[in-house]
């Protein structure tokens, strides 16, 4: 039996493969299930301080039509609103010390929030409640038409820098890879304080309904051949930065967490290949991990994460090349 056991945000998981945050770590049950088929690690489901509004918003709609008037909803108002977010927030504190009470694997919370207030004072609550690392699911929509790129990217180092200020817990920055200089960002986020980054997020697109006129939803889940800008940057950034790295998005079977993990991801996370076979299957890919590596004489995973980085592999231009002209000039 190969060594699989792995580092991550200075955790030590007895292997690389984390369920990524979703609606299938949002339960103690689900967690507990996930445990005993072999996670490394869960991410919770993302308090949403968006979805805290949403929901704040619609209960005070739902008053204004409970003909309330406005001298008593003003009065209401900041009550429905405080109340609200505590509710939201104390079921999200339980769940994350119930889960410390009844498994063994480390339990990182994730934070996505859209102003610095909210996030910090969330994530030292939660550090309180025993999570053993934070994760910020960072975006900010970039469709502003007066700001200026680097006014966005500063908006990720405030609320980087402020949730820092804040815990002592490990805290890794899940991002999109829409920036205009996605490199530099991973670095300065590193040198703001991050722990690690999570490459990459995967959103939520729209689709058009051609028959029905409708603006729909894309697919929720995702394909293995999304996993390749993954591995493009986890391959690039590895050994540029001392921050972990982890691998989100496409993840769907061991040989890509063998892939990942060779290009220089200290972890993958899992979502949607949990969604479409179940928790078990993390059993097989455990299991196709360690098989690899008796066969090819691997005793640990440090041995060969890495190997085929941009910096190490031997071809690391491959990484690099986006444009077509010299692989499919010849196809006729
Ligand atoms: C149903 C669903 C819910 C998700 N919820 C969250 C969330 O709350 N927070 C978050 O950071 N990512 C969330 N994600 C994104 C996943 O964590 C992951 O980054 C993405 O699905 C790509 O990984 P995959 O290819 O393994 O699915 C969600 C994904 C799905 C499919």
Not at 101 to 107: A, F, L, S, W
């Amino acid at each position: 039996m190969a060594d699989l056991s792995t580092k991550y945000l200075g955790l030590t998981l007895r292997n690389p493969i984390i369920a990524g945050s979703s609606g299938m770590t949002n339960s103690l049950k689900e967690i507990v299930e996930l445990e005993k088929s072999g996670v490394g690690a869960v991410v919770l489901k993302s308090i949403f301080e968006e979805q805290i509004l949403l929901e704040a918003d619609y209960r005070i709609r739902q008053a204004q039509t409970d003909e309330m008037t406005y001298a008593d909803f003003s009065e209401t108002l900041d009550y429905i609103d405080l109340h609200i977010k505590e509710k939201e927030l104390s079921g999200y504190l339980n769940l994350i010390h119930s889960a410390k009470n009844n498994v063994d694997i480390p339990i990182i919370a994730s934070i996505n929030a859209v102003t610095t207030h909210e996030w910090t004072s969330f994530a030292r609550t939660i550090e309180e409640a025993g999570a053993d690392a934070l994760e910020l699911n960072i975006f900010v929509m970039p469709f502003s038409l007066e700001k200026e790129c680097a006014d966005n990217e500063k908006a990720y180092y405030e609320i980087l820098k402020k949730v820092k200020s804040q815990v002592k817990i490990p805290v890794s920055v899940k991002i999109s890879p829409f920036f205009s200089n996605l490199g530099k960002v991973i670095k300065n986020l590193e040198k703001f304080g991050a722990d690690g980054v999570v490459l990459f997020n995967r959103f939520s697109n729209p689709d058009i309904d051609i028959e029905n006129l409708k603006v729909t939803h894309a697919d929720i889940l995702s394909h293995s051949s999304d996993v390749a800008n993954t591995l493009r940057w986890i391959a690039i950034m590895a050994k540029r930065v001392k921050m972990s790295l982890g691998a989100s998005t496409g993840v769907h079977d061991g040989a890509t967490v063998i892939k990942q993990l060779l290009a220089g991801a200290d972890i993958v996370q899992v979502v949607s290949a949990l969604y479409e076979y179940g928790p078990s299957y993390v059993l097989e890919m455990t299991k196709f991990l360690n098989d690899w590596m008796e066969r090819k004489g691997f005793n640990y995973v440090d041995q060969f994460r890495g190997k085929l980085s941009q910096q190490t592999s031997e071809n690391p231009d491959v990484y690099e090349r986006m444009q077509f002209m010299k692989y499919f000039g010849d196809i006729k």
